[in-house]
């Protein structure tokens, strides 16, 4: 009975920790409207990325703060900042010993690798380019994340088309002062779901 009442809470709390501050949300920042992803494909997207948080902050409560996970289609992608390469290299072994995972790609820099100044520009590269895309009618904006590090900026999402792709890659590089884009945008018809 207890058991029973345990798991009841902890399931209450992950859909509950799936909702997002105003309606139409799942998960962490992708709205339903334009998410191409089945509801089944979101559900299982957002578990493994709960499951990989709470694993990380089990191991060190500070990757709770500094580390960012977005999981589409079992693939994982990984921003933030840690202390040494073997953090690093830890937090990599931890993404990839998630239950379905299909790829783990790791953007998270070493601490000490910038300054202010730095940090400030990527900031400023990031906010040009998710200003570009929101402006982009051909672009369903709310469908990707951007991490800028280092003057480098990584795009992680999905595309409605080989057009929408194109222009995001077309947008990222007019962005002044930006260095090298890297992307991991993955179409529709390339969803594992869609493939069935």
Same mark, same amino acid.
């Given at each position: 009975?207890?058991? $029973? &009442?345990? *798991?009841?809470?902890? #399931?209450?709390?992950?859909?509950? =920790?799936? !909702?997002?501050? =105003? #309606?139409? !949300?799942?998960? $962490?920042?992708? *709205?339903?409207?334009?998410d191409?992803?089945?509801v089944g494909m979101q559900i299982d997207d957002t578990l493994m990325q709960k499951n990989l948080v709470a694993r990380l902050t089990l !191991? %060190? $409560? $500070? +990757?709770? &703060?500094?580390?960012?996970?977005?999981? @589409?289609d079992g693939r994982i992608f990984l921003t933030g900042k840690v202390d040494k390469p073997e953090d690093k290299i830890k937090i990599t072994k931890l993404a990839w010993e998630t239950k379905g995972v299909r790829s783990v790609k790791n953007a998270i820099t070493i601490k000490g690798q910038s300054n202010f100044k730095r940090t400030a520009k990527d900031i400023l590269i990031t906010s040009q380019l998710r200003t570009? @895309?929101?402006?982009?009618k051909l672009i369903k904006s709310g469908n990707y994340t @951007? %991490?800028?590090i280092n003057k480098?900026? +990584?795009?992680f999402g999905i595309a409605m088309n080989e057009e929408e792709k194109k222009e995001v890659m077309e947008e990222a590089n007019k962005v002044y002062d930006v260095e090298k884009v890297i *992307? !991991?945008? +993955? @179409?529709? *018809?390339e969803l594992s779901r869609n493939k069935i």
């Open positions: 009975m207890i058991k $029973k &009442i345990i *798991s009841f809470v902890l #399931l209450a709390l992950v859909l509950v =920790s799936c !909702t997002g501050n =105003s #309606l139409g !949300t799942f998960g $962490k920042g992708v *709205s339903i409207g334009f191409p992803r089945t !191991t %060190e $409560k $500070k +990757y709770f &703060i500094f580390i960012q996970i977005e999981v @589409l570009a @895309l929101i402006f982009n @951007l %991490e800028t480098n900026i +990584y795009i *992307s !991991t945008i +993955y @179409l529709v *018809s």
